[in-house]
T-cell receptor
Framework: KAGVTQTPRYLIKTRGQQVTLSCSPI?????VSWYQQTPGQGLQFLFE???????NKGNFPGRFSGRQFSNSRSEMNVSTLELGDSALYLC??????????FGPGTRLTVT | GESVGLHLPTLSVQEGDNSIINCAYS??????FIWYKQESGKGPQFIID?????DKRQGQRVTVLLNKTVKHLSLQIAATQPGDSAVYFC????????????FGKGTLLTVNP
């Protein structure tokens, strides 16, 4: 089975721009979660989607949003980028139960 | 204010020794715990999990111990190998029936050949 895939793997954006990241979960997995990883804050939960509905949300500003499509693929969007948004953005998918499988991440650099 | 880098706890062991990585979790209501391994440039990789109704679970070369009284988790790696060198994270699910993992700060394990 193919693992979780994330595109693009690397991205450089300028402050004020917006960005969309994509995640394709493992086939059959209906839950997709997003995390932000930075040296300063570690791994932090952004949100989780199941069957196209956001079930859980972390403590991030409204500039961070996401969605899930009927095929379980998910996107997250960050608007009005700030320097502090530079991070590794990780997507994880789950089937039944709590075990989450992570993708390789998208490295976002904001200049 | 300006964020500072996390100062990861580090553990350095000799190849072949056993390693013990510790983690204190925050939410007494968390019902599920996972250990992840993250190598440089990669996403976290699932190692082993344990539910709150258990206090020990064994996998291949790894054992997780859960002490709910003091909210403590440990990961034991037997016969540590150079390929085990990575950052290890514990995570707790605090979202009930939904997924919301809260990660610890991580421990950097270095295995010396």
């Amino acid at each position: 089975k193919a693992g979780v895939t994330q595109t693009p793997r690397y991205l450089i954006k300028t402050r004020g721009q917006q960005v969309t990241l994509s995640c394709s979960p493992i086939s059959g997995h209906r839950s997709v979660s997003w995390y932000q990883q930075t040296p300063g804050q570690g791994l932090q939960f952004l949100f989780e989607y199941f069957s196209e509905t956001q079930r859980n949300k972390g403590n991030f500003p409204g500039r961070f949003s996401g969605r899930q499509f009927s095929n379980s693929r998910s996107e997250m969007n960050v608007s009005t980028l700030e320097l502090g948004d530079s991070a590794l953005y990780l997507c994880a998918s789950s089937s039944v139960g709590y075990e989450q499988y992570f993708g390789p991440g998208t490295r976002l650099t904001v200049t | 204010g300006e964020s500072v880098g996390l100062h990861l706890p580090t553990l350095s062991v000799q190849e072949g020794d056993n390693s013990i990585i510790n983690c204190a979790y925050s939410n007494s209501a968390s019902d599920y715990f996972i250990w992840y391994k993250q190598e440089s440039g990669k996403g976290p990789q699932f190692i082993i999990d344990i539910r709150s109704n258990m206090d020990k679970r064994q996998g291949q070369r790894v054992t997780v111990l859960l002490n709910k009284t003091v909210k403590h988790l440990s990961l034991q790696i037997a016969a540590t190998q150079p390929g085990d060198s990575a950052v290890y994270f514990c995570a707790e699910n605090s979202g009930g029936s939904n997924y919301k993992l809260t990660f610890g700060k991580g421990t950097l394990l270095t295995v010396n050949p």
